[in-house]
């Protein structure tokens, strides 16, 4: 995929800024998530998983994500990232879990870009009925290679954004917190 066509995937214009490419990026990528988890009709999933990956490709040739053989869900690289970001920590049973949400098989690690974006998420997860997950600041190589070693996605949420919780995300973390 060339620039052209990577503009023309996320519908933007060829001068968009960077912030502009990561907006879209994450619109388009909730759109696409929330459909994969809503889905009644599992001949439509193969359609919906490739138009992620183009997304997910556009993203990277715009913001010059990694070589091929590192973009996608699996494969993350920290360029074009924050050098810090903010992920949710739950601790149960002295045990400790990352915030990750599923999407079409693969369990994607939430990062935000924003301490005020991953305080409202927490919050979101409480009302909920989760406990709150604390909201830590990593350098973002160190998130990037802790979802490589663990084979996770990873998705930044923009602080021009806000995420919302999944019902099949906060079951997960209700199904973790009651392991011992």
Avoid: H
């Amino acid at each position: 995929m060339d620039t052209t066509e990577a503009f023309q995937v996320l519908n933007l214009p060829p001068d968009a800024s960077e912030q502009e490419i990561r907006r879209k990026w994450f619109r388009e990528y909730q759109a696409l998530s929330a459909a994969l988890l809503e889905l009644d009709d599992e001949r439509q999933r193969p359609l919906l998983e490739a138009r992620l990956a183009r997304l997910n490709e556009a993203r990277d040739v715009l913001l010059g994500n990694g070589s091929q053989a590192e973009t996608g869900l699996s494969g993350v690289s920290s360029e074009g990232l924050p050098p810090q970001v903010i992920v949710l920590l739950y601790q149960a049973n002295g045990q400790e879990g990352i915030c990750t949400r599923q999407i079409g098989g693969q369990d994607i690690v939430i990062a935000f870009e924003s301490l005020f974006g991953a305080k409202k998420y927490a919050q979101r997860l409480a009302q909920q009925g989760l406990p709150k997950p604390v909201a830590e600041r990593f350098d973002t190589q160190e998130i990037v290679d802790f979802c490589r070693a663990g084979g996770y996605g990873l998705m930044v949420v923009p602080a021009s954004e806000v995420l919302e919780p999944l019902p099949e995300s906060t079951e997960a973390a209700r199904n973790w917190q009651g392991k011992s």
